[in-house]
């Protein structure tokens, strides 16, 4: 085996530390960060993504409320529920967990949250300011992908990347950061005519389709960076979208699934929690210095 | 020389036909007349040319143009008030404000203050982010003219090689996005990219946003390949005289083209088109009715 492997958890680790510190600060000012995690009707799929997030945010000294709502409940009664932690300043961001119900869209309820309290980065307006350049409250999963390659010895700008999958929240935020960053970005997706010639080309590749085995060794320039965002249960095991045993002969750098993009993501979540009670608290501020009293 | 020119008066004159088509109808049969407000702060030359003719071309389709100009001093507070008003007002379906606006104002601000349903340059933050996820927003008008114009030429662009060179907030971006949307294998080339000749000459499509005057040359261009020019730059010609040129070095890049858009007269003409079919679109979503069929992405 040739590539290093990227060590999601470590870095995971060391993310959570300093933003413990930050947590801690917060407090002291009285802005003690608080998640709401919010579930509709059977938590079997979801649970263990609460769980991690519950223990990833007690070792970040954010604070967790994990709420779970009967599957009956109407749109607008969770539309109403969202108002009421948008208006509660001792809350500080809402994760809303999927799945959700067939009568419950998704993007509705995003949309009902409001924007400084996006800590999932899934409001229009978050994703709309990644285009613009300007990172606020990033998607999650996409911001730790690109914290994973800032954290090899390349230089981004210049640097020739593809991106497999075009997903809103994974592919195309991915691109966007990148390219803010100064890379050159070719997307790729299911309709791409030959995805190898454009991997093959790059420094760095990231994948997120949901696909096992879907890139494979001959696909990668020897010495690329290969960031797996896939995570897929084959025969028991949990696997990435690359082949490992051939990939890992061929890239430079590798991360593993589990324990590559996956911990980071979490950690990435604790982070936006962080900064979004900082943009809460700088407008609170704003708006009592304006308050004549 | 090989390449069909892609003639942008024409089809654009072909957009504002089927507008106009639609507001003679949303008249008769809804009593709607779709309303463009166009707000310009400021006397910029440039911008007097353009608002006057977003005003005529307005009026030529049918629908109720309002112009606001007001004083270049004037404070942000007086214009996000006139911003507030055309918001409210059920009349105005589209609110445009001319860019760049004086210094002292801060353009940011006053886009996001616009309702984003009305926001027919689609600047707004929130359209950005729609744009972004795949979900019904207003379109940028020139990214949105150039992606009628392929559609156009090709029908499906699906699974072709898209090299959109430039990463402009107002062009590229939007542009990546609208191609990716329409299943196009998109790679976004600028000025950090390492190899940009050899990027270009993988493209069937290649849209050229980045405003240096004729800096893609035939010679990047893969044989065959549709090149959209968004480019326009004023340069001095040999006889001493101005000229219009684009991105493109056209000579060259139409000896080997499939397809190309010509400077003047290509992208240009297409971008007060769109931004008529984004006001109509507006009108449509506002009052609950059927968006007419391709006039947006």
Redesign the interface.
Known sequence: MRAALIDGKSIAAELRSEIAKEASELASKGWQPRLVSISVGDTAASEIYVRNQQRSAESAGVQFEARNYSDDISMEQLVGVLQGLNADPRVNGIIIQRPLPAHIPVKTLQKAVHPLKDVEGMHPASIGNIVYNDLQLGPCTAVAAVELLKTLPLKIEGLDVTVIGHSEIVGKPIAFLLMGLGATVTVCHHMTRSVAMHSRASDAVFVAVGKPGLVTGDMIKPGAALIDIGINRVDGKTVGDAEFETCSEVAGWMTPVPGGVGPVTVAVLMRNAIHATRLQMEAYRDSYANTEV | MGATVINGKEFAASVREKVAEHVTRLKEDNNITPGLAVVLVGEDPASQVYVRSKGKQTVEVGMNSYEHKLEADTSEEDLLALIAQLNNDPAVHGILVQLPLPDHLDSDLVINAIDPAKDVDGF???????L????KSMVPCTPLGCLMMLRDHHGSL??L?AVVVG?S?IVG?PM??LL?GD????????S???DLPS?VRQADIVVAAVGRPEMVIGDWIKPGATVIDVGINRIEAADGKNRLVGDCHYESCAEVAGAITPVPGGVGPMTIACLLANTLTACCRANGLPEPDGLTA
């Not at chain 2, 972004?132 to 979900?135: D, F, L, N």
């Not at chain 2, 299943?183 to 600028?190: E, F, K, R």
């Open positions: 707004h933050i929130s359209n950005v982010g729609l972004g996820t795949g979900q699906s699974g090689n990463r907030n971006k990546a996005q990716l299943s196009c294998t998109v790679t976004i080339a600028h950090r990219t390492k990027v």
